[in-house]
């Protein structure tokens, strides 16, 4: 029993709660028209004056029960008992308002939304309200049973719903992680590449110096001298991209412009890849060319797996002089899928794209299928 106090004490706050919106204020709205309905038409209702104001209290914390659910709760939940009280005290029946059980969004928001330890303060409140209701004995047992049973129902959603909430961000994390990691293992490629091209040019400047051939010293200099700009420029293009230091990256083949070609091999008898490259596509660093074929690729695979009814996937890369634009677009039967929905795929290729600089979108076409659109800029830097 002490362990899950602990552990619910410990447990962090909910990340990005929506902000307020036209929704909220439309519910709130609801709610204090609920209760002048309610008042108006039940003639056994106590305290109707009461009743009203109450009311509208309980919009105001409909409207803060996402970035102020402990307030709200309280609020709610110790008027309740207090009406109850005073009922009590005075020998009268109580205010039972129907539209009262709007409580249990603002159990819900609290159990969704906050911290454990304003969580844990919150269903304490929520336990002295019942035992206030049951200890003036105005609602039988079942009644109190029944009313705690409910709202622990709304708690246990709303703690739900959170840990979903967490999971999916966390599978975020670890796809942005991967593509990092992906990057990071092209860098290693890149650099090693370049910085050997270097010390060979070093090498052959320092014998023609040697011999006195001051015009071949020149040039291997030169060559040095553009290869370690382009190391440099390389390097700050990927250096944001690693993630976990302590790791070795592997050595992996790297990918060029070219390469999509390639993937037009991966027809099939019903479902065949068009690629076309265009445009300025030369001189482009070897990091953007590896982006530009990974997201190509995974674009690729995503329609070969999820595009229904697909016969066609069209490959399109055009160069100009300060971006590449890349769009990956099939045919497939139409769908409600949006962007949210389709994978963390595409959370892989927007953080890539993002590192250079660049934008991605993706979502439906107006006549069916799917589309990938990415602008990168030819000299993109991690951010």
């Not at 008042?39 to 409909?62: H, I, S």
């Not at 990092?180 to 910085?195: G, K, M, S």
């Amino acid at each position: 029993m002490w362990d899950a106090v602990t552990s619910l004490w410990a447990e962090p706050a909910g990340r990005n709660p929506p902000a307020r919106g036209r929704g909220d204020r439309v519910y709130a709205a609801l709610v204090v028209a609920g209760v002048v309905l309610e008042t108006v038409l039940r003639r056994d209702l106590a305290w109707r004056p009461v009743a009203v104001v109450f009311g509208c209290g309980l919009a105001v914390a409909v409207l803060f029960r996402r970035t102020h659910p402990l307030p709200s709760v309280a609020f709610a939940f110790g008027t309740f008992a207090a009406l109850d009280v005073a009922a009590f005290v005075a020998g009268t029946e109580p205010m039972v308002l129907y539209s009262g059980w709007v409580v249990l969004v603002l159990a819900y928001s609290l159990f969704r939304w906050r911290a454990g330890r304003d969580a844990a303060v919150g269903l304490v409140i929520m336990a002295v309200a019942v035992g206030v209701s049951a200890g003036t004995d105005f609602g039988g047992v079942a009644e109190t049973i029944t009313g705690a049973a409910v709202l622990l129902c709304a708690a246990a959603l709303g703690v739900s719903v959170r840990h979903r909430g967490t999971a999916r961000e966390q599978l975020v994390e670890q796809a942005k992680l991967h593509e990092r990691e992906e990057l990071a293992r092209e860098l290693h490629d890149t650099v090693a590449h370049h910085v050997s091209a270097i010390a060979i040019q070093a090498q052959a400047g320092l014998f023609l110096a040697r011999s006195s051939s001051l015009s071949g010293a020149t040039e291997a200099l030169e060559t040095i001298d553009r290869e370690a700009a382009r190391t440099l420029a390389e390097m700050r293009t990927m250096v944001g991209a690693l993630r976990d230091r302590r790791k070795q990256p592997a050595v992996v083949p790297q990918r060029r412009i070219a390469d999509i070609e390639r993937l037009a091999a991966n027809s099939t008898d019903s479902l065949r890849i068009d690629v076309e490259l265009r445009g300025e596509l030369t001189d482009l660093p070897p990091a953007l060319e590896a982006a530009i074929y990974r997201v190509t690729q995974e674009s690729v695979t995503n329609a070969q797996r999820h595009a229904q009814q697909a016969t066609r996937v069209e490959v399109k890369v055009t160069g100009s002089a300060t971006t590449v634009r890349l769009t990956v677009s099939d045919d497939g039967a139409r769908t409600t899928r949006t962007p949210n929905q389709a994978g963390y795929g595409l959370v892989g290729m927007t953080e890539r794209v993002r590192l250079f600089g660049g934008t991605l979108t993706a979502g439906p076409n107006p006549d069916g299928g799917w589309h990938v659109r990415a602008v990168l800029p030819r000299q993109g830097s991690a951010t």
